[in-house]
């Protein structure tokens, strides 16, 4: 078990170093996609290894999908709140 969380946490550095070394790097459009990616799979790594989800029943699966869905939602809600406000940021 030790073999694991010691990989998935390299993995989980490499990842890290590889968002850090793509942000100096000129990408255009996919600047802002790439660390998404590379973010989502650190996401997929820690919740399948850290939270044992691959071991778990599928409750385990059912709750933490519907954790993700809920923060797509406040995520949604929030980004709707700031893109309906008027007159702010205010222009100088």
């Known amino acids: 078990m030790i073999v694991i969380f010691t990989g998935t946490w390299a993995i989980l550095l490499l990842l890290c170093g590889f968002n ?3 942000a100096y790097l ?3 459009s996919a600047h802002a996609v790439l660390p998404i990616g590379v973010a989502a799979c ?5 919740a399948v290894v ?3 989800l691959a071991q778990g029943p ?3 699966w059912l709750f933490a999908g519907v954790g993700f869905y809920w923060l797509l939602i406040m995520m949604g809600l929030s980004a709707a709140d700031y893109m309906t406000r008027s007159g702010w940021p205010v222009n100088q």
Do not use: E, H, T, V
């Open 20 to 22: 850090w070394w793509s």
């Open 26 to 28: 000129p990408l255009g």
């Open 42 to 46: 650190q996401a997929l790594l820690i």
């Open 50 to 52: 850290f939270m044992k």
């Open 58 to 60: 599928r409750l385990k």
